[in-house]
C-alpha cells in the first residue's frame, strides 16, 4: 500500500513521531501491566503491548494526538487480549491429546477463563483496572468513559459473578 506524500503529511510528520514518542513513554508500563494482568503472561503481555502501539502507529493519522491516549491503548489492549483468549480457547478445546498442560492444569485454566468470559468488557476491564491494577474508581471511570458510580457496579456485579463460578 502506498501512501501519498503532500505537503501537509510532511510538516505533520515530526509532530506525529514526537507525540507516539511521547505516548510510549508516558503509557508504555501501564498498557504492559494492563495486558499482564489480562494474560498472567509476561512474554504475551509484551506482544500485546507492542501490538497495541503498532496498532497506534498504524492508526496514526486518524487519532487526535490532542486527546489522552490511555483509554485508547487500553481498549486496544483488551481487544487484543480477548482475540488471543478466543484463539487459545479454540486451540484447547479442538486439541484433547495437548501435552503442554495436564489434565487438571487445563481445567483450572479453563474454569478461570470460563469465569473471565461470563464478565461483560467493561465488567472485565473494571475489574481488571481496579483490582488488579489498583486504578482508582475515579480514574478508571475516566479512562472508560463512564460514571465511577457505574464502574463500582461492574466491578460489584463482576465480583458476584466470579464468586458464584
Do not use: C
Amino acid at each position: 500500500m502506498y501512501r501519498v506524500v503532500t505537503t501537509e503529511n510532511i510538516a505533520l510528520a515530526p509532530s506525529i513521531e514526537i507525540a507516539y514518542q511521547r505516548a510510549y513513554e508516558e503509557h508504555w508500563h501501564a498498557v504492559f501491566r494492563f495486558a499482564l494482568a489480562w494474560t498472567n503472561d509476561w512474554a504475551a503481555a509484551e506482544d500485546l503491548a507492542q501490538e497495541s502501539y503498532l496498532r497506534l502507529w498504524n492508526s496514526r493519522t486518524r487519532i487526535d494526538w490532542e486527546r489522552p491516549l490511555l483509554a485508547w491503548l487500553l481498549v486496544t489492549t483488551r481487544r487484543l487480549a480477548t482475540d488471543r483468549f478466543r484463539a487459545l480457547r479454540r486451540r484447547v478445546l479442538n486439541s484433547p491429546t495437548s501435552t503442554s498442560l495436564d489434565m487438571a492444569e487445563r481445567d483450572r485454566w479453563l474454569d478461570v477463563q470460563g469465569a473471565m468470559a461470563s464478565l461483560s468488557p467493561l465488567e472485565r476491564t473494571a475489574l481488571v483496572l481496579t483490582a488488579v491494577e489498583g486504578v482508582s474508581y475515579t480514574d478508571a471511570a475516566v479512562m472508560l468513559g463512564t460514571s465511577a458510580g457505574a464502574l463500582r457496579a461492574a466491578v460489584s456485579r463482576a465480583r458476584e459473578k466470579l464468586e458464584v463460578a
